[in-house]
Nanobody, 117 residues
Framework: QVQLVESGGGLVQAGGSLRLSCAAS????????IGWYRQAPGKQRELVTT???????HYLDSVKDRFTISRDDAKNTVYLQMISLSPEDTAVYYC???????????WGQGTQVTVSS
């Protein structure tokens, strides 16, 4: 089993920055990728970015050049550095793990990011 805990959200003004953390525990050696998702009010959850165990990254077009995903394997933590935030980035941000090619079915509580204009 893999457990994930998100943290680092908050309230920030437009143009500001935040760094989110996703701490993994349990059978972390089985993880082949970590992804950050977000869900804005009234919208479906969307995949924002992923990082594979090999270090390959993928970004949603709307966050390219503003968001950076990285990981610290020693801490079993994946980070999401977000800069130039806009109100459109307001959402609950979740991380998820891909194990044996499948994303986990369960979700954590996420971390709220609110960007004021």
């Amino acid at each position: 089993q893999v457990q994930l805990v998100e943290s680092g959200g908050g309230l920030v003004q437009a143009g500001g920055s935040l760094r989110l953390s996703c701490a993994a525990s349990g059978m972390t050696s089985t993880i082949d990728a970590i992804g950050w998702y977000r869900q804005a009010p009234g919208k479906q959850r969307e995949l924002v970015t992923t990082i594979s165990s090999g270090g390959m990254t993928h970004y949603l077009d709307s966050v390219k050049d503003r968001f950076t995903i990285s990981r610290d394997d020693a801490k079993n933590t994946v980070y999401l550095q977000m800069i130039s935030l806009s109100p459109e980035d307001t959402a609950v941000y979740y991380c998820n793990a891909r194990v044996a090619g499948r994303w986990l079915d369960s979700w954590g509580q996420g971390t709220q990011v609110t960007v004021s204009s």
